[in-house]
């Protein structure tokens, strides 16, 4: 079954985001800064874990830090993706080829 909400923890209260409010998850270290349209949370994980359980929810690995929600409002070039915010993620040269296949 695919996954529709990311649980986090905000304060001493825990938070379902569903899948599709959540823009970008960036990679700090030993966390994940996960920006929703709701806010920005911290979790504790790795990126690579990540990339693969939201997959089938439409997220793409951009960049080594970076895990990034493809909607129809998102624009992608060859070296960045514009969120439809203004916010732009880099695309790394290893996840280029993937992106591109994404897109088309």
Do not use: W
């Amino acid at each position: 079954m695919a996954q529709k909400h990311l649980t986090v923890q905000s304060g001493n209260a825990l938070i379902c985001l569903p899948l599709e409010s959540i823009r970008y998850l960036e990679s700090r270290r030993h966390y994940l800064i996960v920006h929703a349209r709701c806010g920005t949370f911290r979790i504790r994980g790795k990126i690579s874990e990540y990339a693969e359980r939201l997959v089938c929810a439409g997220f793409v690995r951009t960049h080594r830090c970076y895990l990034v929600r493809i909607a129809s409002d998102v624009k992608i070039r060859t070296v960045e993706v514009e969120l439809a915010d203004g916010t732009r993620i880099p695309v790394g040269r290893s996840y280029r080829e993937t992106l591109l296949q994404v897109n088309s």
